[in-house]
């Protein structure tokens, strides 16, 4: 056998494997009611298939932030991690539209709404849109999501003026298979149901035929003389059906047109005109069930750009939702069962809202804001996705650089504070996790201040991802074209800085503004690079772990009120006040909460002694940044800046282990040698200063 005969047979069984294994069997009607008191979820409306589409896939509780975090979003298990969602505000978004289906799945209300994500470009609404559309997908095709719909088959035999073409007609809103029984015998079955239903919702369904299948059941039912156990075993098959977009079954997507050709019967379907010459224009068996809400019947409706729409296309919007039917021209109404979301950015939402013409419209909609990410660690990561779903060249990304384009793009998004003593950066690494330790600053009382500044609410105007990531991208061409093979903060600066006035969704009155931006972002990044050069230059473990115990002998005499051995001469003194500001200085830590500080680190080195772990301040963060710090204080005078920027003043030994030891830190060769020259540089110029 040939190796691409074998690659085939491989690809074939491959596809095979995920399709539906009943996908193509033909069942009767007795064996559904069978599969229905084994499994009563198979006929369950789309409000509670989609919910519990969520937790099928898998959820974890972020206790800290009150949100269910759902793996759809947060992990994408379907394409290993390629579509995933960042930012404790998109996962806030995601847990609100979540919980509004599982509402609607209890008929609490929600399910007669349209679920309309608002939100700025680029804040991934879309994305996440259309991964739930994916996964809706997936779900159907297996076990736990499964349906069925019917097909009439036979008809000929009965119905004499039936097209021979239309001998099996397939139920053209791929109903429920339930909808077969008369209402008051399918509310027994429900009854019977769920009572042996393990959810948090009961089954319901009052939907009627569709016209054109309400038409093959009466002329059958008169045919046999009302017997519908007969019509069900000669002339209905029960198939299974599974959500396909691309076919537009159980899934559709709609856009807006131009105004000019916006037509209503792209929602509700319209007049089959080849069948109009052999059924004749009033019968139902000559309409066509093309419209969009027609093919997302059992599924999901998702409306882009939603409220671009005409006012009076929203019309239609009106029955589909509230009453969840829908009225073709000239045609009797069709029940519809379908979660419609609607997606639409800022200033549609504010035109519309504005509109008084639009007050029921309104009223039938549930907004959920979807922002902009605010954590700039979380935007990075956006970025990041970005760079390893692409074909990315040979080039290294350097420390700091996608977080640095991350602070910017939050920067732009976040209210000012109203307090002066919080600047906006500090705002930002507050959100970002980073709680200041010279400050107590209250996240909390932070996002309230803002939430009332902002005009709907923070996040939802600035900087989108989507630009900051155009620019990055140029900048890799840029340094791919320049022989850079690593792209640093410095070079994205340049770009975005560059570009600011370029783009179309930046407005002329932000660009002084952002470009005040970027300078913060060049400042916390100069702190950042100056810190990871005197990590390299001044680093020493050895040195950090002895003044680390020197420090905690004097910390623990301070807190027991004793005294301490001195180093030199073995008498005992008092604590060494100043030895111990000069660490807690370098955390910017005021007088009035060393103590705090102190019993803090004493209460954790107390806690490993009890686990039985030796003391090592490279443990806490903190500690070890305040004598790392000093550290560099007791060193930097010793070192020649200046000679950093110039390699001719410099032993090629010692730039080479400086290097090195930046290197270890994530640094490219050439990407160590800018940051050392840069970081030197500054540095050189502030002592100068001093």
Sequence with gaps: MSKNKETLEALSQEYKDTIPADLRTIRTFDWYLDQLYEDPRIARNAHQRVADMFDYYGTEYDEDAGVVEYEIASEDPITDGENTFYGREVHEAIHEFVNKVKSGARGLGPEKRIKLLLGPVGSGKSDFDRQVRR?????????????????WTNLCDVIHDQDPGDDVVRSPMNQDPLVLLPQDQRDRVIEDINEELDAPYTIRNEQDLDPASEFYMDRLLAYYDDNLQEVLEKHVEIIRFVADENQRQGIETFEPKDKKNQDETELTGDVNYSKIAIYGESDPRAFDYSGAFCNANRGIFSGEELLKLQREFLYDFLHASQEQTIKPKNNPRIDIDQVIVGRTNMPEYRDKKGDEKMEAFN????????????????EARIYRKMLRNADLPDIQVEPHTLEMAGLFGVLTRIEEPDTASVELVQKAKAYNGEIDEADDIDVKKLREEAEHAADIREGMEGVSPRFIGDEIAEAIMDSMHRSRDFLSPLTTFNHLEGNLENHGSIDAESFDEYYRFLELVREEYKERAIEDVRHALAYDMDE??????????????????????????????????????????????????????RQEVSNWVSRRAREGDTFNPQDNDRLRRALERKLWEDKK??????????????????????????????????????????????????EMEE
């Design 544 to 597: 950090i772990q002895r003044q680390g115990e020197k420090y905690m002998d004097h910390v623990m005499a301070y807190i027991d009120d004793d005294t301490v051995e001195d180093e030199l001469t073995g008498r005992e003194q008092e604590p060494d006040e100043q030895f111990l500001r000069s660490v807690e200085e370098k955390l910017n830590l005021p007088e009035d909460r060393k103590d705090d500080f």
């Design 637 to 686: 005078h010793n070192i020649n800046f200046s000679a950093l920027v110039s390699s001719g003043e410099m032993d090629d030994d010692e730039r080479n282990q400086w290097i090195d030891a930046l290197i270890e830190q994530g640094y490219s060769e050439e990407g160590a040698r800018e940051v050392l020259e840069f970081a030197g540089a500054e540095v050189a110029k502030s």
């Design 135 to 151: 996964y809706y997908e997936d779900y159907t095709r297996g076990d736990g999501g499964r349906m069925y719909t019917f097909r």
């Design 363 to 378: 009223d039938r909609t549930k907004r959920i804001d979807f922002p902009y990410v605010l954590q700039y660690e979380e």
